[in-house]
């Protein structure tokens, strides 16, 4: 039977053998939300990038550049971190050039395992049906909060190791596995009020910017499945 295992932050992250595992990264407020709302809506390809230098290089060579830091539009950029920026219009048929505070740096932190795809409650669905498809062992990295632990972030994890382990394919034995799974089953059935909770969604709404947070924990908005592929992003069809 195939493992579930969770990591609560990148920086115990490399205290997890990869080796044949497939690791979904989680940044539900925002980067992976994003990243599967760009892909919804027609971006070809997206290049995570971990420096705020090689944004700029790339916004030099004439890329479209979505960059933020401490959840805020670098000057430099096209656009910010908000899904609602990113219609079929803006990015459609474009590569989109991406780098956040925490997200990207998950991302691109997992390059080694077998495989890295993008998690979100956006395509939790297609998530799961891939995990179940796949049949590897399975590491949920939170991109947290800069180092820290991230509710939301553990909040999926929860979810979906749950929904996992209750196809019977997948157990687990990991403590953080099991502590996400009991916060999921505390919050599940009044998402709304716990969410009051999260960190993050305090900081977004002293910039007028937590509009996104119903949106980002809407599950199933889309069956895209985001993979990392070399450098770079791309969507694969669910089966």
Same mark, same amino acid.
């Given at each position: 039977?195939?493992?579930?295992?969770?990591?609560?932050?990148?920086?115990?992250?490399n205290?997890y053998?990869?080796?044949?595992?497939?690791?979904?990264?989680?940044?539900?407020?925002?980067?992976?939300?994003?990243?599967?709302t760009m892909?919804?809506?027609?971006?070809?390809?997206?290049?995570?990038?971990?420096?705020?230098?090689?944004a700029?290089? @790339?916004?030099?060579?004439? @890329?479209?550049?979505v960059?933020?830091?401490?959840?805020?539009?670098?000057d430099?950029?096209?656009f910010?971190?908000?899904?609602f920026?990113?219609?079929?219009?803006?990015?459609?048929?474009?590569?989109?050039?991406y780098?956040?505070?925490?997200?990207?740096?998950?991302?691109?932190?997992?390059k080694d395992?077998?495989q890295?795809?993008?998690g979100s409650? !956006?395509?939790?669905s297609?998530v799961i049906? @891939?995990?179940?498809d796949k049949?590897h062992?399975?590491?949920?990295?939170?991109?947290?909060?800069?180092?820290?632990f991230s509710?939301?972030?553990?909040?999926?994890?929860?979810a979906l190791?749950k929904?996992l382990?209750?196809?019977?394919?997948?157990?687990t034995?990991?403590?953080?596995a099991n502590?996400?799974?009991?916060?999921w089953?505390?919050?599940?059935?009044?998402?709304?009020?716990?969410?009051?909770?999260?960190a993050?969604?305090?900081r977004l709404?002293k910039?007028?910017l937590d509009?996104?947070?119903?949106?980002?924990?809407?599950p199933?908005?889309?069956?895209?499945?985001?993979?990392?592929?070399?450098?770079? !992003?791309?969507?694969?069809?669910?089966?």
């Amino acid at each position: 039977m195939n493992q579930v295992e969770v990591a609560f932050s990148p920086t115990i992250f490399n205290h997890y053998d990869i080796d044949n595992k497939i690791v979904v990264v989680a940044d539900i407020l925002r980067a992976t939300s994003v990243i599967c709302t760009m892909f919804k809506n027609g971006v070809t390809e997206i290049i995570p990038v971990r420096n705020i230098e090689e944004a700029r290089a @790339y916004k030099e060579k004439g @890329y479209l550049v979505v960059a933020e830091r401490n959840g805020q539009k670098l000057d430099f950029a096209d656009f910010g971190n908000s899904p609602f920026y990113f219609t079929p219009e803006t990015i459609g048929g474009k590569i989109v050039v991406y780098s956040t505070t925490n997200g990207t740096n998950a991302i691109t932190m997992g390059k080694d395992a077998n495989q890295v795809i993008i998690g979100s409650f !956006l395509n939790i669905s297609s998530v799961i049906n @891939y995990l179940v498809d796949k049949s590897h062992d399975v590491l949920i990295m939170c991109a947290g909060w800069k180092g820290k632990f991230s509710l939301e972030d553990a909040l999926f994890a929860g979810a979906l190791s749950k929904a996992l382990i209750s196809t019977n394919k997948f157990s687990t034995i990991c403590d953080s596995a099991n502590a996400s799974m009991d916060l999921w089953n505390l919050a599940k059935d009044d998402l709304a009020n716990y969410l009051e909770k999260v960190a993050q969604r305090h900081r977004l709404k002293k910039m007028g910017l937590d509009d996104v947070i119903g949106y980002c924990f809407t599950p199933d908005v889309t069956d895209v499945l985001p993979v990392l592929v070399g450098d770079r !992003l791309k969507a694969i069809s669910p089966k």
